[in-house]
């Protein structure tokens, strides 16, 4: 049989956490269909000296609405990715009322669909580069039911929120998300959430949770994950696993050691971080207008500000310095001028110290959290998530090794996410795959200039096809709209 790709002389990281092997990898249609040696085939790459591994799955992504806007999806594809989970922290774009405004700001796309079936006809018409899979969103579903009441839910309300996860998951989400800091999903009390939460843990789907602290009383919210987890009967995903602000730096220890305790005693726990020392998300949901936290605004950066576009790439610290004001008056000025709800900020918040901490932990995924707003300066973990892991933490620090950091952004997360014949490099599976320069890899998007694609990706195959090729967007947009699989987890 002529197979209708070869990668020849690779050095295949198959996605397991196995030692690499030399070889050959044949693709056909959109499957792998030899490993170890390919025979004849109508293309042949040369991927001498590269490494080749299944494509990367960006577990953490806030990429639903970015997915039709930008359907070549450039900054995820570029480094190495071939699959995004959607829908986390409780913010995804189904359900949703036809034509309304999306409450969050995340999502960026009139909503001509009202659940996920109408989303991922909508996903796959416009042919995407990247293969997505779904969560429902608590704040989505709570604001749908409840507007942005901050009360408890009547149980007729309960019931028609755990009805749209249902239905939700029946579609094909692998699971609910929870952004337990955010509007409105902060109104909700755990009981809340175990009910909805149950409606995955049903299925066999995931809890993915943004959890309600991750400063202070990081350890309480941690325990409050694994307790709707335990009552809910549903498996844990603990998204950014992050100790913010510098007095609490360290506690990742404690709070992982306590993952450790829950699953050790049954419960079923994992866990995802992104590789820098800065998170980001929609400033007017980090401030309280009545009460501006001076140490916040201190390690504030602006992302995207259509308020005041010249702030973009800024510290809120020096623009104070130059207007003679302290950072919590420009962060007030921001939000309280028009489109100020539309901010981006970028907060420098995390230690180095605990992301090798939490890269070293054995169930911990990677998830890039990058907000796909291409306007103003992002932050960089939007185009440089998966290259940095290899460069900064595999080849730099050794804080892992390839083959660990390779099935942390493959195998673990398909399984995990329910991901059919995805996630590694053996036969039969689905031909997603990356081949890189393990010695050049590398991500150069940078806080100052974030809109890089990253050194060392030379190949990106998607569902079989090229979808990138030595800088090349090919533009195939084979990506798919992806159903949840109970039996892979
Ligand atoms: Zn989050």
Partial sequence: MTADLALRNVRIVDGTGAAPIEGDVAVTADRITGVGSAGPAAETIDGEGLTLAPGF???HTHDDGALLRHPGMEFKLAQGCTSVVIGNCGFSAAPAEVGAKDPSGLIGVPPDWSDLAGFGAALEAARPAVNAMALIGHNTVRSLV???ERRAPTATELAEMRAAVATGIEQGACGFSTGLIYEPGRYSETDEVVELAAAAGQAGALYATHIRNEGDHLLQAIEEAIEIGRQAGAAVQISHHKAAGAR????????LARVDAANAAGADVTLDV???TAGSGPMAQYFNLDRLDPELAEVIRFASCPAFRPYEGRM???IAAEQGVQPVDVIRQVLTAPDGDRTICIQFIIDEADIETNLAHPLMMVGSDGIPDLEGRPHPRLFGTFPRVLSRYVRDRGVLTLEDAVRRMTSLSCDRFGFADRGR????????LVLFDAETVADTATYDDPKQEPAGIELVVVNGQIAYRSGDHTGVGTGRFLRYQPSYR
Avoid at 248 to 255: C, H, L, Q
Avoid at 425 to 432: I, L, R, S, T, W
Wanted: glycine share 10%; proline share 4%.
């Fill in 57 to 59: 799955v960006d577990v």
């Fill in 146 to 148: 409840m507007g942005d």
């Fill in 248 to 255: 609490n730096w360290g506690k990742v220890v404690e709070s």
């Fill in 274 to 276: 992104y590789p820098y």
């Fill in 316 to 318: 809120a610290t020096d």
């Fill in 425 to 432: 490099v053996a036969e039969g599976q689905f031909a997603d």
